[in-house]
């Protein structure tokens, strides 16, 4: 109990002391109409019982063991004590004989060692629970989240046993996703360096050869140098756009467009490309689709699902970006190995490859899908995988 509260508790005893002394002072006069004197010793003795309650309460307040069990003894052995003076002081006072004394104080000793009885029967499962609760509380603090106590009680006990364990399952919780997160971003960190040490190497020998002079073909290495910027620039962009997807912060202008003209644009773009992978680039579909979204990053979406299908395609083969109107999708296909089935959702994460080696040596740095996903998402659109063989990765827009 907190010792703020004392000095009100001990006032509220105070106040029912004097209310009872009151009532009983009441029907004493009703009932047996006493003297003057009678009176006056009445009143003594109502006034000294209560003193010895308060007085009683206040010792065992300061001084009341550490145990609940002592401490419920005393409280109950106290009420059979005040009821014994009471019943004492009114037999001197003559209000009892000395054997309707003695008998009634045999009656209150019976009563006495029964109600003793009774509170060690009530309270030793409540001391037992409240150990029960103690071990689960200390085994939580030592760091062993799988203690629970598991009590099964109506009362305030089996309220506080159900919060602690409640409170237990979210500290687990918290942990298991603080885990999680500390093995991403150790994996993010992981895939980062490995995907900007790669093309950063390749820039480093390219320039030795260059200062050197030992280049046999400068242009080319120029060549080389300006796609490894490239690659560098795009991993930058992408792990910044996720950012800003994550926090929310990433500006769209989405408004009524057609979205034919983007996909037109981005087939002229990705030409070359798929030329120099001797892949052919097809598009099917009518010829306007109106689809509510934001022209640049629509692009850059559809760029990204449509370079990595290049990557992925077989020689001589074909990737085709197929429109359906009614469904406002846009469909990306390839003739390549595909998703397997329990990658599909997978593939939308950061830094995440199916082949590893196979994604690292073509120059993917996994972030591809993840950024075309946040944006298709944050314009409040759909992307999605079908499982191979055959890549397929659909995108519908809102009309």
């Keep these: 109990m907190s010792m703020k509260r004392w000095p009100q508790l001990l006032i509220g005893l105070a106040v029912l002391a004097t209310l009872a002394g009151l009532a009983s002072t009441v029907a004493t006069e009703i009932v047996m109409a006493p003297s003057v004197s009678e009176r006056n010793q009445l009143i003594a003795l109502l006034g000294s ?7 009683i309460t206040v010792v065992f307040r300061l001084f009341a063991p550490r145990s609940i069990t002592r401490r419920m003894l005393i409280a109950a052995i106290s009420g059979p004590v005040v009821i014994a003076s009471a019943l004492t002081a009114g037999s001197q006072s003559m209000f009892l004989n000395e054997h309707d004394l003695q008998f009634l104080l045999i009656l209150l000793a019976f009563a006495t060692v029964l109600g003793i009885g009774v509170m060690f029967t009530l309270a030793r499962p409540l001391t037992e629970d409240l150990a029960e609760l103690t071990r689960v509380a200390k085994q939580v603090g030592a760091g062993d989240l799988d203690a629970r106590s598991d009590l099964q009680r109506i009362d ?34 992981a895939s980062l360096s490995h995907d900007a040490r790669t093309p950063l190497t390749s820039m480093r020998l ?33 792990l910044f756009t996720i950012g800003q997807l994550e926090s929310n912060r990433l500006e769209l202008a989405s408004g009524p467009m057609d979205a034919m003209v983007c996909v037109h644009g981005v087939s002229e773009l990705m030409m070359p490309i798929a030329h120099d992978k001797n892949v052919r680039l097809m598009v099917s579909g009518p010829d306007h689709l109106q689809v509510t979204a934001d022209p640049p990053q629509l692009h850059r979406v559809l760029s990204n699902v ?9 020689e001589n083969e074909v990737v085709c970006i197929e429109v359906d109107e009614p469904k406002r999708r846009i469909s990306v296909l390839d003739n390549g190995s595909g998703f397997p089935a329990d990658f599909c959702l997978e593939a939308f994460q950061p830094f995440r490859r199916h082949d590893e080696a196979r994604e690292r040596a073509q120059g993917g740095a996994g972030l591809g899908l993840a950024v075309a996903k946040g944006i298709i998402e944050a ?11 055959g890549g397929a990765v659909h995108i519908e827009l809102p009309g």
């Design 379 to 389: 314009l409040d659109g759909r992307i999605w995988a079908d499982p191979g063989p």
């Design 49 to 55: 019982i209560a003193a010895a309650s308060i007085a």
């Design 306 to 314: 449509v370079s990595n299908a290049i990557r992925h395609s077989p």
């Design 206 to 238: 390219a320039t030795e050869a260059l200062l050197d002079g030992v280049a046999p073909d400068p242009e080319r290495y120029l060549r080389t140098i300006a796609t490894d910027i490239t690659a560098v620039e795009t991993l930058i962009n992408d």
């Design 156 to 189: 305030e006990v089996g309220e506080l046993s159900a919060a602690i364990d409640s409170m237990v399952d979210q500290i687990a919780t918290s942990r298991k996703a603080r885990d999680e997160a500390e093995r991403e971003r150790a994996f993010t960190l």
